[in-house]
C-alpha cells in the first residue's frame, strides 16, 4: 500500500508588500534586501484574515485537483506556527469551512520544516491504514508575528497557504524516503515566545541552515537508493536566495535544477514548499512521475528533506 499525491493548491492574500513599500517604513533599501535575501515583495494578510481562510482557498483547489470532496478526507493536517487561537486547532477551522464530515484534524509545529514533517505524518497514517484521504496544509500569517520594528526580520517574511491531497493507493508509494530531524538546544536562535514578536539571529542560522539541509538531503536520496542525477528539481524552502545558492553548490548540483520564487513571497514558513511545489509545476518544471527533492530547515531547531516521486 502506497500513499499518491493526488492534488496540490495554493494561495496567497491580494495585498503586495513591496521591497520599495518597506523603505518608507524602515530603515531598509531594496537593494539590500535583494542582493542579501533576493526578496523583491511578499503578500501580506488584511488584519481579519488568519490562516484557515488562507488555507481554505489552498485546500478547494487542491481537493479538486485530486476530485475529492471535503466529506471523504479522513484526516485534516495543519502545519503552522501561526494558528487561528492556540486551541481549538486551524485544523478543526478549515474541516469545518470546507465541509468536511468528522475527520481526524491536528495542527502541528514543526515551523519552517512543516510541511517535511507533515508529509511524513501524512504518508505513515496513509501506509498504517488509518486514513485514506489526507489533506496536507502549510498556511501561515507571520505577518501577525512580525515586530514591524525590526529590519532585519521584517523584511523576510510573507504570508501564504499551500496545500495537497495525499490518497492510498495500491501502486507503489510516492513518498521514497523522509528524514526529519530537530535539535531544541539551539531554540534562542529563531523562536516567538507567547503573545510577544518573532526573533531571530540570522547570521548564526543561516550557516546551520546550509549544512543541515545539506546532511539530510544527502541522507534522503541514499535511503530512497537513487542519486541527485535522478532528481528532476530540487524544491527547498525559501528562506534565503543565498541559503539556496550555497546549498546547490555543496549538493554540487546545477543552479538551474534548485527551483526559487522566494522573489514573490519572501519566507512563508511551512506554506514555501507546497507553494513553491505548486508553482513549479504549474510553470511545467516538474511533469507528474519525476522525482523531486524537498528540503526545509527552521526554528526548533527542525530540519528535513524528502525524495519522492512526484
Ligand atoms: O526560515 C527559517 C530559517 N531562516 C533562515 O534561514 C534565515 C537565515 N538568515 C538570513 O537569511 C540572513 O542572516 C539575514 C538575511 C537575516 C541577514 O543577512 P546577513 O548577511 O546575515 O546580515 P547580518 O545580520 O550579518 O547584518 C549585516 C548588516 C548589519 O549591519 P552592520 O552591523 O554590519 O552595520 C545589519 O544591521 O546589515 C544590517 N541589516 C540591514 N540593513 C538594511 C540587517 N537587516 C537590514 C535591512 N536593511 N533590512
Redesign the pocket.
Known amino acids: 500500500m502506497g500513499s499518491k499525491i493526488t492534488g496540490i493548491g495554493m494561495f496567497v492574500p491580494e495585498r503586495v508588500l513591496t521591497n520599495q513599500d518597506l523603505e518608507k517604513i524602515?530603515?531598509?533599501?531594496d537593494e539590500?534586501?535583494t542582493t542579501?535575501?533576493g526578496i523583491k515583495e511578499r503578500h501580506i494578510a488584511d488584519e481579519w484574515v488568519k490562516a484557515s481562510d488562507l488555507a481554505l482557498n489552498a485546500s478547494k483547489e487542491a481537493l479538486d485537483m485530486a476530485g475529492i470532496h471535503p466529506k471523504d478526507i479522513d484526516l485534516v493536517l495543519v502545519a503552522t506556527s501561526t494558528p487561528d487561537m492556540i486551541f481549538p486547532s486551524t485544523a478543526c477551522f478549515l474541516s469545518d469551512k470546507l465541509g468536511c464530515k468528522n475527520p481526524m484534524a491536528f495542527d502541528f509545529s514543526a515551523?519552517?520544516s512543516g510541511f517535511i514533517y507533515g508529509l511524513t505524518i501524512a504518508d505513515s497514517f496513509i501506509k498504517s491504514g488509518k486514513a485514506n484521504n489526507v489533506l496536507l496544509v502549510g498556511s501561515e500569517v507571520f505577518s501577525k508575528i512580525i515586530d514591524w520594528s525590526d529590519?532585519?526580520?521584517a523584511?523576510?517574511f510573507g504570508d501564504g497557504a499551500g496545500a495537497v491531497v495525499l490518497s492510498k493507493s495500491n501502486d507503489d508509494s510516492d513518498i521514497l524516503s523522509t528524514v526529519m530531524k530537530s535539535d531544541g538546544s539551539h531554540w534562542q536562535l529563531?523562536h516567538c515566545q507567547v503573545g510577544e514578536k518573532l526573533r531571530?539571529q540570522?547570521?548564526e542560522?543561516?550557516k546551520l541552515?546550509i549544512k543541515s539541509m545539506e546532511q539530510v538531503c544527502n541522507k534522503a536520496l541514499a535511503k530512497a537508493g537513487i542519486t541527485k542525477e535522478d532528481i528532476k528539481l530540487i524544491i527547498p524552502?525559501q528562506?534565503?536566495v543565498?541559503?539556496i545558492d550555497a546549498l546547490a553548490e555543496k549538493l554540487e548540483v546545477d543552479r538551474d535544477k534548485v527551483y526559487v520564487n522566494i522573489q514573490k513571497y519572501g519566507?512563508t514558513?511551512a506554506a514555501s514548499i507546497p507553494i513553491a511545489m505548486y508553482e513549479a509545476y504549474k510553470e511545467g518544471k516538474i511533469n507528474r512521475g519525476d522525482y523531486i527533492l524537498l528540503t526545509a530547515?527552521?526554528?526548533g531547531l527542525t530540519w528535513g528533506a524528502i525524495v519522492l516521486k512526484f
Open positions: 524602515l530603515d531598509t533599501s539590500w534586501i542579501r535575501t515551523a519552517c529590519r532585519s526580520t523584511v523576510l529563531l531571530m540570522g547570521r542560522t543561516f541552515a524552502h528562506a534565503n543565498r541559503i519566507n514558513s530547515f527552521g526554528a
